[in-house]
Nanobody
Framework: HVQLVESGGGSVQAGGSLRLSCAASFSTNLWSMAWFRQAPGQEREGVARIYTGSGNTYYADSVKGRFTISQDNAKNTVYLQMNSLKPEDTAMYYC???????????????WGQGTQVTVS
């Protein structure tokens, strides 16, 4: 059963930090793993992605310098370290896995259920 399970969301004050985790039930080696977020009434947007084969990372301009995506291939887990959080980072955060890297959500095959991040 293919599954992505996110954890680590919560409520934090502006300037604070959170670390999200995404555990996959399959080997993520050679997959592109990404974090997307969606706030109420807004489109889903990609914030960070990593190609697990090379470790290359990519970030949206809105989070560059504040968020860090990383991987633990042995655990088939991807992390999103979020620092200097702002109220505009408030959203449901989703983990996604796909065969090719893209900022387009439709390019991803598997999705987690989401974890809420609220910054006040």
């Amino acid at each position: 059963h293919v599954q992505l399970v996110e954890s680590g969301g919560g409520s934090v004050q502006a300037g604070g930090s959170l670390r999200l985790s995404c555990a996959a039930s399959f080997s993520t080696n050679l997959w592109s793993m990404a974090w997307f977020r969606q706030a109420p009434g807004q489109e889903r947007e990609g914030v960070a992605r990593i190609y697990t084969g090379s470790g290359n990372t990519y970030y949206a301009d809105s989070v560059k310098g504040r968020f860090t995506i990383s991987q633990d291939n042995a655990k088939n887990t991807v992390y999103l370290q979020m620092n200097s959080l702002k109220p505009e980072d408030t959203a449901m955060y989703y983990c996604a896995a796909g065969p090719g890297g893209s900022w387009y959500w439709g390019a991803y095959t598997y999705w987690g259920q989401g974890t809420q991040v609220t910054v006040s």
